[in-house]
């Protein structure tokens, strides 16, 4: 089975170098109003996170309504929350391995949601299963600490039924966990240290997310859109120096694979994954993404041409396992 034909190929990002060479364990509660524990852990971190309806500009012309996690550090560290401008996707959570956090999550959609921490490890009654859900006006609390190792982690909602229309609504962000394995390697960060988050979505002539449950093609497939934003963005540009980067790739979309390749034929560098850092690099033609995975290129455009661009490309491809896709259809 092949992936609807017209974004094969199609550049999704464009990097041009400019001149900068130039744990809780409490009982299982089940899904209450209001989940208040006594405070059994003292946090590090304390996070207020809303799920709130919005609108963004993401296209030239009318805003598109869509629906976000606002976010704000309370306590701890403030860069423990990273907002990316102009963007749908929730605010980047960043966490250091040990640290022990707490997150207040309030649903101000009109309907049920409940947020889970895709990969962390943490307690089953603080991983956002679909029981837990609240409803709109309530409150979850959630209390764990940071185990895993460092990496590219993310969240979203998780309501039985309702998970894939608010993702595609804008619902998720990424959960970048640090610790001091990944301090020793000394890999590019601060400002070389670059999400990306990939998506896919169809607007209506009004500028207005179209989405379509169980696909558009196929209802074994499901709904795949007709571009392809990156950090909620279309037609991204990232502009870069003569310097190595790391690059940190979700595939955010409800059911689109891609297999990326750099469009001037150089091997992709894999140093990361879904488990985290790869214990040494890996170079590849091109790597495969489904949906919710991540993988951390690192590249190096040091000696490229001032002005220079290097696209970021999804390449042709057919074969598609359909075990693979939909994971965020339920
Ligand atoms: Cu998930």
Redesign the pocket.
């Given at each position: 089975m092949q992936q609807s034909g017209k974004l094969n190929r199609r550049d999704f990002l464009r990097l041009s170098t400019i001149g900068a060479a130039a744990l809780v364990a409490g009982p299982a509660l089940s899904s209450c109003d209001f989940v208040r524990r006594a405070l059994s852990i003292s946090p590090d971190v304390e996070i207020a996170l809303q799920a709130v309806p919005g609108e963004v500009n993401i296209l030239p012309g009318k805003a598109t309504r869509v629906w976000q996690y606002q976010g704000k550090v309370i306590r701890g560290d403030p860069g423990s929350l990273q907002i990316i401008p102009g963007s749908y996707l929730g605010p980047i959570i960043k966490l250091r391995k040990g640290q022990r956090v707490r997150i207040v999550f309030t649903n101000n959609l009109p309907e049920n949601s409940i947020v889970?921490w895709?990969?962390m490890w943490v307690p089953d009654d603080m991983d956002g299963h679909p029981r837990f859900v609240i409803g709109p006006g309530k409150t979850y609390e959630y209390e764990f600490q940071v185990i895993n190792r460092a990496g590219t982690y993310?969240y979203?909602p998780?309501p039985h039924m309702l998970t894939g229309h608010q993702v595609y609504n804008g619902m998720a962000g990424l959960f970048l966990v640090t610790d001091d394995q990944e301090s020793a390697v000394g890999l590019p960060a601060g400002d070389f240290d670059i999400p990306l988050v990939i998506q896919d979505r169809s607007f209506d002539g009004d500028n207005q997310l179209v989405y379509i449950p169980g696909g558009t093609n196929d209802q074994t497939m499901g709904f795949l859109g007709d571009r392809i934003m990156v950090n909620g963005h279309p037609d991204y540009t990232l502009q870069v120096a003569t310097r190595p980067y790391r690059l940190r790739i979700l595939n955010g979309s409800n059911s689109r694979i891609y297999k990326l390749g750099w469009q001037d034929g150089t091997p992709v560098t894999v140093v990361g994954s879904d488990g985290g850092l790869l214990e040494k690099p890996v170079s590849k033609p091109y790597v495969t993404l489904a949906p919710?995975e991540r993988v951390e290129l690192w590249v190096d455009f040091s000696g490229r041409d001032i002005g220079s661009e290097l696209l970021l490309q999804s390449l042709t491809f057919s074969g598609v396992a359909c075990a693979a896709v939909s994971?965020?259809g339920g």
């Open positions: 889970h895709h990969g993310w979203h998780h919710a994971s965020l």
